[in-house]
């Protein structure tokens, strides 16, 4: 069961990554329906399907029957619906969308007795309550604490940087400690750390603000604390239910 739905989705990566110019792409979103590479990237998954299902069409024609259309059809309604400021949201929809055709086909081909309260297991349930703990409630905590700091200082110098930029590296530094205190690498700790470090130390060089340089500090180490904390309570908790 698994392995076929990785066949799926193998030939899912091909036509929709490997094989998709950009040039296709621009075509696509300024002609829709009307783009011929619309109907070239539909039939670079037929292809893709044909080969990894090595063209047994007799066995797996449900298969071309319900990924080929669904694909053209979730593609033209993402087409359609697409401007500059949903097309993140539109290509994650698209692509989850995609999956769960792959995995209805996969279900048909493989039945089995899997239901939802099968899946929601104590394990999954600690799992949850702390990779939200790593990522929204220490951001929000982190905001609060670190908020009581104003750095006037620093007013006057180039502190631009991109939208949500320190929060979204904040998010990816607790997740990545919490992974590897949760699977026993806490060399990946020290690694992480010190290269958040190198990057950091020329911003701050630069800056020559010992305000600045104590906000930093205080944010890393606090992240950095928080993921560890929530990766230890995660390993206590799994290990006694």
Known sequence: MVFFFIKLL?????????????????HKLKKKYKSKYLYYHIGVHFLALTVV???????????????????????????????????????????????????????IYYRSDFSIEALITPYLIVFITFLLITTVVASVCMKVVISKWDLESTEGQNTESLEQAGVYIGVLERLFVFVFII??????????????SIFRFGDLSKAKDRKLTEYVLIGTLMSFGFAILAGLGFVFVSNVI
């Open 183 to 196: 699977t026993g690498h806490w060399e990946g700790v020290g690694f992480l750390m010190a290269a958040k």
């Open 53 to 107: 299902l090595q063209a047994d069409f007799k066995t797996y024609w449900l298969t071309f029957l319900l990924v080929i259309p669904t694909h053209y059809v979730i593609d033209l309604i993402k087409l359609h619906f697409n401007t500059k400021r949903n097309t993140r949201v539109l290509f994650v929809v698209d692509q989850i969308a995609h999956l769960l055709v792959l995995g209805v086909v996969t279900a």
């Open 10 to 26: 193998l030939a899912h990566c091909i036509g929709d990554f490997v094989f998709q110019p950009t040039k296709w792409v621009k």
